[in-house]
């Protein structure tokens, strides 16, 4: 398992940008997939971005094209550039190791970090 910490988050205007990051304790970090998870409220958690190790890459429909995800084996870290910001990406973002089948309603974990608060306003 990994121990998580996002951060990066913050209140901009529709049109703006955030960049987020990630820092990942654990020795399985080097060779897991990793992705970007959100949840807004009253709806569930969602997969929107996800990272192998040798870097390929693949996002939701509702933020491709807008959000780049990207990784650093060495120093640990997933970091999430997310352009043209939209009311509806309004959530807390959080990080986690991607399990298959995640695409949809990400399957149960055991741990989750403190997540990162992205708010887009009108």
């Known amino acids: 398992q990994v121990r998580l910490v996002e951060s990066g988050g913050g209140l901009v205007q529709a049109g703006g940008s955030l960049s987020l990051s990630c820092a990942a304790t654990g020795s399985a970090f080097r060779i897991n997939p990793m992705g970007w998870y959100r949840q807004a409220p009253e709806k569930q958690r969602e997969l929107v971005a996800a990272?192998?190790?040798?870097?390929?890459?693949n996002y939701a429909d509702s933020v491709k094209g807008r959000f780049t995800i990207s990784r650093d084996n060495t120093k640990k870290m997933v970091y999430l550039k997310m352009n043209s910001l939209k009311p509806e990406d309004t959530a807390v973002y959080y990080c986690?190791?991607?399990?298959?089948?995640?695409?949809?309603?990400?399957?149960?974990?055991?741990?989750w970090g403190q997540g990162t608060q992205v708010t887009v306003s009108s």
């Open positions: 990272i192998t190790r040798l870097g390929r890459t």
């Open positions: 986690n190791v991607y399990q298959e089948g995640d695409w949809g309603l990400p399957r149960p974990r055991d741990y």
